[in-house]
């Protein structure tokens, strides 16, 4: 087991009956990097994975090729 895992096991345990808007995550993710700022590169790598479905990730590799160069 991952050390993250207890956080989204935790997650699950406490909301996982909810329903969210992206809206409302995307605020979330926010107020979470404006208090832990060093977060910031994981939290937009994480965005970004979520707004990309499994057919995008063909140009998602692309475009990380591109920004490493």
Do not use: C, H, I, K
């Not at 107020?31 to 790598?45: I, K, L, M």
């Not at 998602?60 to 090729?65: F, K, Q, T, W």
Request: aromatic share 8%; proline share 1%.
């Amino acid at each position: 087991m991952y050390f993250t895992d207890r956080g989204l096991e935790e997650l699950e345990e406490r909301r996982g009956d909810e329903r969210v808007s992206m809206v409302w995550l995307a605020d979330r993710m926010r107020a979470f990097v404006d208090e832990n700022p060093e977060f910031e590169d994981s939290v937009e790598r994480l965005a970004t994975f979520l707004a990309r479905d499994e057919g995008d990730e063909e140009s998602s590799a692309d475009e990380e090729a591109e920004v490493e160069q």
